[in-house]
């Protein structure tokens, strides 16, 4: 099944691929470093990567959920943190343009500030008490009205590309929220007074994606920051997750995919002294390489028809269903890939700045990524069941 890949989506996904060569050539450093690519973003930002899955509608190119799959697939396979870190942009911005619940008013608003603006918005929701295991997010960043527009305080985590994005896309309780399941998306310029950065990204994998923790103290905004609020925002996260969290999943693939060539490169390459053939011609290498290729295929395979389905269907009960699978398998697939070439490519593998070794840290980080893997199987279960979910018991017992 071809899952209508067009010419267009194979240009795409060959400039994406000569764009993720050379973003290789320096993600070793990046890592090394854990700092900021932003000479990878700044390309980005030239080749039209701000405005790719931006509608035709709104001046956008228009490439949609199966396009941006294609292209996010292929970057990945470059710098990893690179892709993942400029996915954000995306996943948050094409939420408020899909939804049925955001204003008109609000879409060409955010469209303008990335297409006629040429701005590059980051994103953060995470709270530094949340996780993702639960699905949900207590949300302790509060904003509230003040003459003029908006304050808002609190503290985030895991704010990808903060230092280069021109916004962030954060998600607030209003402090006039009745329930618990109230937010507003708010957009902070990076020189808002009262905002900050804590720089703690120190961690196995993803280093360059400078993942820090954002201030917010006392932030004011102007009264057009907040572009989407409701009392109860359960309904615009199900109907946008494919972008919000699907969009990942692409990056993630192309990491399994990096992992497997370089495996490959090496055992083709290697001949030991006193052998006349290369590691390739070791049985218990042939077998692992062709288990992992059938895994890496059905990871594509699954992640193609979960973008489709998207695209074709919008987001229904299934696109969900297959967002999760995808997610599950992906996750499964690059950190288990990525594990079996650290340990063929044996003990030279093993040093810091070597490819294998870096795609293993990367790769790790995989099936925690939201959604994880916990959480994507309680919800295929759900789905696949025919269950109820309001009849599920939660996972934890609430707090009354």
């Given at each position: 099944?071809?899952?209508?890949?067009?010419e267009?989506?194979?240009q795409?996904?060959?400039?994406?691929q000569?764009?993720?060569?050379?973003?290789?050539?320096?993600?070793s450093?990046?890592?090394?470093?854990?700092?900021?690519?932003?000479e990878?973003?700044?390309?980005?930002?030239?080749?039209?990567?701000?405005?790719l899955?931006?509608?035709?509608?709104?001046?956008?190119a228009?490439?949609?959920?199966l396009?941006?799959?294609?292209?996010?697939e292929?970057l990945?396979?470059?710098?990893?943190?690179t892709?993942?870190?400029f996915?954000?942009?995306?996943?948050?911005?094409m939420?408020?343009?899909?939804?049925?619940?955001?204003?008109?008013?609000?879409?060409?608003?955010?469209?303008?500030?990335?297409v006629k603006?040429?701005q590059?918005?980051?994103?953060?929701y995470s709270e530094?008490?949340?996780?993702?295991?639960?699905?949900?997010?207590?949300l302790?960043?509060?904003?509230?009205r003040?003459?003029?527009?908006?304050?808002?305080s609190?503290?985030?985590?895991?704010?990808?590309?903060?230092?280069?994005?021109?916004?962030?896309?954060?998600?607030?309780?209003?402090?006039?929220?009745?329930r618990?399941?109230?937010?507003?998306?708010?957009?902070?310029p990076?020189?808002?007074?009262g905002?900050s950065?804590?720089?703690?990204?120190?961690?196995?994998?993803?280093?360059a994606t400078?993942?820090?923790?954002?201030?917010l103290?006392?932030c004011?905004?102007?009264?057009?920051?907040?572009?989407?609020?409701s009392?109860?925002?359960?309904?615009?996260?199900?109907?946008?997750?494919?972008?919000?969290?699907?969009?990942?999943?692409?990056?993630?693939?192309?990491?399994?995919?990096?992992?497997f060539a370089e495996?490959?490169?090496?055992?083709?390459?290697?001949?030991?002294?006193?052998?006349?053939?290369?590691?390739?011609?070791?049985?218990?290498?042939?077998?692992?390489?062709?288990q992992?290729?059938?895994?890496?295929?059905?990871?594509?395979l699954?992640?193609?028809?979960s973008?489709?389905?998207?695209?074709?269907?919008g987001?229904?009960?299934e696109?969900?269903?297959?967002?999760?699978?995808?997610?599950?398998?992906?996750?499964?697939?690059?950190a288990?890939?990525?594990?079996?070439?650290?340990?063929?490519?044996?003990s030279?593998?093993?040093?810091?700045?070597?490819?294998?070794?870096?795609?293993?840290?990367?790769?790790?980080l995989?099936?925690?990524?939201a959604?994880?893997?916990?959480?994507?199987?309680?919800?295929?279960?759900i789905?696949?069941?025919?269950l109820?979910p309001a009849?599920?018991?939660?996972?934890?017992?609430?707090?009354?």
């Amino acid at each position: 099944m071809d899952f209508a890949i067009t010419e267009e989506h194979r240009q795409l996904r060959e400039r994406c691929q000569r764009l993720a060569a050379d973003f290789a050539t320096r993600s070793s450093m990046h890592d090394r470093d854990a700092s900021h690519p932003t000479e990878n973003y700044d390309r980005l930002r030239q080749e039209g990567f701000l405005e790719l899955s931006i509608p035709k509608e709104f001046g956008g190119a228009g490439v949609g959920f199966l396009g941006h799959t294609l292209a996010y697939e292929a970057l990945g396979q470059g710098c990893p943190s690179t892709a993942l870190s400029f996915n954000m942009h995306a996943s948050v911005v094409m939420p408020l343009l899909d939804s049925v619940e955001v204003t008109l008013q609000a879409k060409r608003q955010v469209a303008d500030l990335v297409v006629k603006r040429r701005q590059l918005i980051a994103g953060n929701y995470s709270e530094a008490t949340s996780t993702a295991l639960l699905g949900e997010r207590w949300l302790d960043t509060i904003i509230s009205r003040i003459d003029g527009g908006w304050q808002i305080s609190g503290r985030k985590m895991f704010a990808s590309m903060l230092e280069a994005a021109d916004y962030c896309l954060v998600l607030a309780r209003p402090d006039t929220a009745t329930r618990p399941t109230a937010g507003a998306f708010v957009l902070i310029p990076r020189q808002a007074s009262g905002r900050s950065v804590i720089a703690n990204w120190d961690v196995m994998g993803m280093r360059a994606t400078r993942s820090d923790s954002l201030v917010l103290d006392q932030c004011r905004l102007a009264e057009d920051a907040v572009v989407f609020q409701s009392e109860d925002i359960r309904e615009f996260r199900r109907t946008t997750s494919s972008w919000a969290w699907g969009s990942y999943t692409a990056v993630y693939l192309g990491v399994a995919g990096a992992a497997f060539a370089e495996l490959v490169r090496v055992v083709r390459s290697r001949q030991v002294p006193g052998y006349s053939q290369p590691l390739a011609y070791h049985p218990d290498v042939r077998r692992q390489v062709a288990q992992l290729s059938a895994q890496l295929e059905a990871a594509r395979l699954i992640t193609y028809r979960s973008a489709w389905l998207y695209e074709t269907e919008g987001p229904t009960a299934e696109t969900t269903a297959a967002l999760f699978r995808a997610k599950y398998v992906v996750g499964e697939a690059v950190a288990h890939i990525a594990r079996v070439a650290l340990t063929l490519s044996g003990s030279h593998g093993i040093f810091k700045g070597g490819r294998i070794e870096q795609l293993f840290r990367d790769g790790a980080l995989g099936p925690l990524h939201a959604p994880p893997a916990d959480f994507c199987l309680w919800n295929m279960g759900i789905h696949e069941l025919g269950l109820d979910p309001a009849e599920v018991s939660p996972p934890l017992k609430p707090a009354t």
